[in-house]
């Protein structure tokens, strides 16, 4: 139980066009989905937390308007990368969590998208 | 802010014998996770094991078990019997204990090598 997908798994996007990626919990209900980038050889940035049917809450440093996060339901969170540069070219990882599971608090991760900009 | 440190970079192991990794945490919170997880080349976050804050018992799973020492803030990970699959990074994690969901706070992992 407690899987999460995504999808894409990996896109090849040009300069200056948007990009979204799909976080899905596939067997409970995802409360709170979290984002978070990984740079090559590099830890886990988290980028957002969102709750469902409300706004996402950014870290620091991170640009609202360039991650679009929406969690319009229970089982789907989507980060849209707008006007994508090179330099957002990352692993991003979702990960989701909700109150019926067994361990409440756990995190699970969902299986990243490669997103290269050209 | 809470902080979690990995000191070891990269590290070693001969298949089957015993490896521990470290983790240091800063915090001023009493109660709060800790977590290990490991990220093997598929990238695909796996979780190796958790430790609640208020529990006294070191957490074990199978072949993995965790050494909490919560005065001194830290939270190692000792491999038993490595297997080629353990190959992977693995990163230590902090969570606090709120209502509702909370954030991960991710060191920077170690890389773990088994060689056959």
């Known amino acids: 139980g407690a899987v999460v997908s995504q999808h894409p798994s990996w896109v090849i996007c040009k300069s200056g066009t948007s990009v979204k990626i799909e976080c899905r919990s596939l067997?409970?209900?995802?409360?709170?989905m979290f984002w978070y980038r990984q740079f090559p050889k590099q830890s886990l940035m988290l980028m957002a937390t969102?709750?469902?049917?409300?706004?996402?809450?950014?870290e620091q440093g991170v640009e609202k308007d360039k991650f679009l996060i929406n969690h319009a339901s229970l089982t789907l969170s989507t980060l849209t990368v707008t006007s994508a540069h090179p330099e957002d070219s990352s692993f991003y990882i979702c990960?989701?969590?909700?109150?019926?599971?067994?361990?409440?608090?756990?995190?699970?991760f969902g299986p990243g998208t490669r997103l290269t900009v050209t | 802010a809470q902080t979690v440190t990995q000191s070891q970079p990269e590290m070693s192991v001969q298949e089957a014998e015993t490896v521990t990794l470290s983790c240091t945490y800063d915090?001023?919170?009493?109660?709060?996770?800790l977590f290990w997880y490991k990220q093997p080349p598929s990238r695909q976050m796996i979780l190796v094991i958790r430790?609640?804050?208020?529990?006294?018992q070191n957490a074990t799973e199978n072949r993995f078990s965790v050494n909490f020492q919560k005065a001194a803030k830290s939270f190692s990970l000792k491999i038993s019997d490595s297997q080629l699959g353990d190959t992977a990074m693995y990163f230590c994690?902090?969570?606090?204990?709120?209502?509702?969901?909370?954030?991960?706070?991710f060191g920077t992992g170690t890389r773990l090598t088994v060689i056959p």
């Open positions: 915090t001023s919170e009493s109660n709060y996770y």
């Open positions: 990960s989701a969590t909700g109150t019926a599971l067994t361990v409440t608090y756990e995190q699970y």
């Open positions: 430790q609640e804050a208020y529990k006294q």
């Open positions: 067997d409970f209900q995802a409360t709170t």
């Open positions: 994690a902090f969570m606090k204990v709120l209502a509702g969901a909370n954030n991960l706070f």
């Open positions: 969102s709750n469902e049917g409300s706004k996402a809450t950014y």
